[in-house]
């Protein structure tokens, strides 16, 4: 009987992934979700992770227990590396899933754009691992400042932070990495703290590009205010982990570069049949089929939907859950013998980015036109704070959040990756 | 003005030396904490970390923000080497630290008897850094053995989990680790959980040695009660990662070996100029000086003190607290020019051990002979709230603490060492 059960395989467990495995689960199918970690990730508070305002258990849930209830759900921890659609199962690095569907939820990866010295010595901000690297390592740069007594230009070097890309996470980088300044300035006593700065580089020409120009110019002056250095049309061309080169030739000393700046389609999807369009991402028809490739979807960041719009779909959550409701509804159709699958749509319900303690800007397409300051902050928090996983978390992560605006304290300032 | 002031440094952030700088801090002295954790770290937690219930900077606070508002306490984050006592120096990994009077307090570091393979297999419970490995190794041995269908021998293998060692670390630990496993066992659907064992093996022919028999006897009860197969006069000889032979020739194949089961003294105490005794503790005198070196003390972990009593004090956070009032004491009187010393007298407060979920084990020497159960549990955690730093931290270990008792879950269960 059980064996008889249409297989539904997915992989990745982000936003899209999880959110198409709680339809299945209540379905009379098999369900196996593959991701290489056991968790899944609360991607929009990575910054708050690397800035050591929260835990990293607090943004990460295990996906077992989202599936606690149902026995026809099942993990499996694996790296994907591909479908062979022929043989109907996914390759992975721990041996072959059969599947009669699998929906591809993969995601997407940090983008160099092919400039390897800048891979190799800047930080990226994808996965929990990157965010904890990046808070070691800026707490390390000012005990390691704090030890240097002679070369004043690289004492220089060390205080000075660059994030790189003006959307919302180097945004929301930028504007926490100066609270965290602020809280460090208290506690180092000779500390010359004039020396300490923060570079926000953009290569266009403003930040924030899905928000209202009105929106963007307000963000810039709240990132200034708060003694960000902002730098538009900043191309970086080279890094070499002591100084960024910029495409015009002059140079910004830094032991510390976190790239914001792109992302791309987790390689994998390249391996799965179809065709890759721009940022590797793989192209979907209509209905969210890998185009040419037959029971295989594709959703969220790692798949292209170009349909009715002048450009492929942004690389955010909200596109990745509502994709995962038609993927569902199509395959569960297939499996029901229905060969009239049901087109996409997507509705843009607006964004909105924090740009620190109690400052943010939303720009609401339909009800309100946009919001800003505590209100807009408000908001944000209360959004972020209904879509995080898990009933403690959400409590822990509400009183951290209270803790931090009122004491602007923040304990989670600790250096882990200290051998022996 | 500032250059007269005394130098204190202190080797160590443990309950010791935290204790001392505190004290320090108050009187006209110039304070340096050297330490190679930027962070103190609340040891008997540890093993919450390693079993998913609380995050790691809940147990570790950072160790400048004890000293927010003490500007003449500075912190030097490296890895004590030795002291040149002629020169007046600390030899650290980041350079010298010059002092006029040094207390030692820098602690233990597991103790694996010399047996260099079992070193390399197992893992240690001292640091920060090993319980998370231990919860990202017991957790990914579930994933693995959840994979593996083919080698029955192995899944075995790697469901099968040894903690070595029955003092207060060993009982926690394994009483944790049985709850941990009823978690996962409602989240692992395929899984055969009549496979998994949790082993607590002791050398003696008891566990707790420092608790009336009475209350040795009962731990033992309870710890079968969930579940651990507790194995008293088992010697390891030795482990090689897939199996650990006995003393007795006999075997037990295991894929971990957690080693709770001694300390010594971390080893550059050897390189201060005083004479070590057993476990490699500096010989003090009765006034906590370490024995023929001039300007240097020693307290915890790092010190044998025996004076007036048949063995050395115990590696305990109340011996290191207490020690640290009377050092504290004793150099700010030679500070002052007055050469007679106060001695040590320890008074011995009892001890506590928690089973698991509700239930610990109370030694207490004068108001109450001995407790157990429910009651036990609650004393042992409003003491270690209590001793815990930090006010957020107490508040949502508290919370976590009350979501563990009722609900079961343990939502830190996340692998956090996966390497793309």
Chains 1, 2 share one sequence.
């Not at 400042?145 to 060390?158: G, Y």
């Not at 690389?315 to 990745?320: E, K, Q, R, Y």
Request: glycine share 8%; proline share 3%.
């Amino acid at each position: 009987m059980a064996d008889k059960q249409p297989r539904i395989v997915i992989v990745g467990a982000g936003f899209g992934g999880i959110a198409l495995a709680k339809q299945f689960a209540r379905e009379d199918v098999q369900v196996t979700i593959i991701d290489r970690h056991n968790f899944h990730l609360f991607q929009p508070l990575l910054y708050q992770v690397s800035t050591a305002i929260l835990s990293e258990d607090e943004i990460a849930y295990p996906i077992r227990t989202f599936f606690r209830d149902n026995a026809n759900v099942e993990f499996f921890m694996a790296k994907a590396q591909g479908v062979d659609a022929e043989r109907h199962v996914v390759l992975t690095d721990h041996g072959e899933v059969p599947y009669d569907y699998v929906i591809l939820a993969a995601g997407a990866t940090t983008n160099f754009f092919g400039m390897e010295n800048v891979e190799k010595h800047s930080f990226g901000m994808k996965t929990l691992a990157e965010a904890t690297h990046i808070r070691n390592h800026v707490l390390h740069m000012f005990e390691r400042a704090n030890k240097e007594l002679v070369d004043a230009e690289e004492r220089k070097r060390m205080l000075t932070f660059v994030v790189v890309g003006g959307g919302a996470t180097g945004i929301e980088e930028a504007g926490a990495l100066t609270e965290l300044i602020q809280v460090l300035q208290k506690e180092f006593h000779h500390l010359d703290f004039s020396q300490v700065s923060v570079h926000l580089l953009e290569a266009m020409d403003t930040v924030l590009p899905m928000v209202s120009p009105n929106l963007q110019k307000h963000t810039i002056e709240v990132l200034k205010k708060k003694g960000v250095h902002v730098h538009l049309q900043a191309q970086v061309a080279d890094y070499d982990g002591k100084a960024i080169t910029f495409k015009d030739g002059t140079q910004l000393q830094t032991r510390t570069v976190i790239w914001a700046a792109g992302i791309k389609a987790v390689p994998f999807v390249a391996n799965c049949g179809g065709q890759t369009g721009r940022g590797g991402r793989i192209i979907v028809d209509e209905q969210l089929r890998v185009e040419g490739v037959k029971d295989v979807f594709a959703i969220g960041d790692c798949a292209y939907f170009q349909h009715g719009t002048p450009r492929a779909l942004p690389t955010v959550a909200p596109v990745a859950t509502q994709e995962a409701k038609v993927a569902f509804r199509n395959v569960m159709k297939l499996v029901h013998g229905q060969q009239e699958l049901e087109a996409f749509h997507y509705k843009d319900l607006g964004s909105m980015a924090t740009i620190g303690r109690g400052e943010a800007v939303v720009n609401k397409t339909k009800i309100n036109p946009e919001l800003t300051g505590f209100i807009a902050w408000c908001a944000w928090m209360f959004v972020h704070l209904l879509r995080l996983a898990g009933a403690h978390t959400n409590v822990t992560v509400a009183m951290k959040w209270c803790w931090n605006l009122f004491s602007g304290t923040r304990l989670g300032r600790i250096i882990t990756n200290i051998q022996d």
